[in-house]
């Protein structure tokens, strides 16, 4: 019989990101600034960014090393399962090989976790005390709260409103990692409670 999960040890996890624009024979246009109409240069983005999500984002070489931090937090969730979809290539009757991901194992219960954890680190290391986001249904709301937690950043969150009321669940588990709530009410975001600025 064969396998059809695959699972890493914690030894085994990858020590790097692996970047696509190495390999495309033909790489997107860039974004263009809004102000000046010509491509965005790395230092258009650093009043918002941190120069290490800026470095990743502008790379063209394959590999991007993780930082220690970022997977010595990953190793609390993964590495999480590689699952072979054998059933669906036989009903696609292809030769390909088709593999999937569970990242339901992360404690958001999505994979936006692998995302959030890098931006906190790299918004700690620059100095950030704060992040702000938005979220519709929480799972990213979530996950950012959770990492602005491991890093010992205070957070923001704006929830759409109907979310907020429909769902708890995802709200209570925001809460766990103490980010402030803000609802979205006709269109407009309040400021909450309690929070300074910049």
């Given at each position: 019989?064969?396998?059809?999960?695959?699972?890493l040890?914690?030894?085994?996890?990858?020590?790097a990101?692996?970047?696509i624009?190495?390999?495309?024979?033909?790489?997107?246009?860039?974004p263009?600034?809004?102000?000046?109409g010509?491509?965005?240069?790395p230092?258009?983005?650093s009043?918002?960014?941190?120069?290490g999500?800026?470095?990743?984002?502008?790379t063209?070489?394959?590999?991007?090393?993780?930082p220690?931090?970022?997977?010595e937090?990953?190793?609390l969730?993964?590495?999480?399962?590689?699952?072979?979809a054998?059933?669906l290539?036989?009903?696609?009757?292809?030769p390909?090989?088709?593999?999937?991901?569970?990242?339901?194992?992360?404690?958001?219960?999505s994979?936006?976790?692998?995302?959030?954890v890098?931006?906190a680190?790299?918004?700690?290391?620059?100095?950030?005390k704060?992040l702000?986001?938005e979220?519709?249904?929480?799972?990213?709301?979530?996950?950012?709260?959770?990492?602005?937690?491991?890093?010992?950043?205070?957070?923001?969150?704006?929830m759409v409103?109907?979310?907020?009321?429909?769902?708890p669940?995802r709200?209570?588990?925001?809460?766990?990692?103490r980010p402030?709530?803000?609802?979205?009410?006709?269109?407009?975001?309040?400021?909450?409670?309690?929070?300074r600025t910049?």
């Open positions: 019989m064969s396998e059809t999960k695959i699972i040890t914690e030894q085994e996890m990858p020590k990101w692996y970047n624009q190495a390999d495309m024979p033909n790489l997107p246009k860039p263009l600034h809004p102000g000046t010509r491509p965005i240069e230092p258009d983005l009043p918002i960014f941190p120069m999500l800026i470095e990743q984002e502008a063209r070489e394959r590999w991007v090393e993780i220690e931090e970022v997977q937090i990953y190793r969730w993964r590495p999480s399962p590689l699952y072979r054998r059933r290539e036989k009903a696609l009757d292809t390909a090989k088709i593999y999937y991901k569970n990242e339901g194992t992360s404690p958001a219960g994979h936006k976790l692998n995302t959030a890098p931006q680190y790299y918004n700690k290391v620059e100095g950030i704060r702000a986001t979220t519709g249904a929480g799972q990213w709301g979530i996950a950012l709260s959770q990492a602005c937690n491991f890093f010992g950043l205070e957070c923001i969150v704006y409103k109907v979310s907020y009321q429909q769902k669940y709200r209570s588990v925001m809460q766990i990692f402030l709530l803000a609802l979205k009410q006709r269109s407009k975001w309040p400021k909450p409670a309690n929070t910049w």
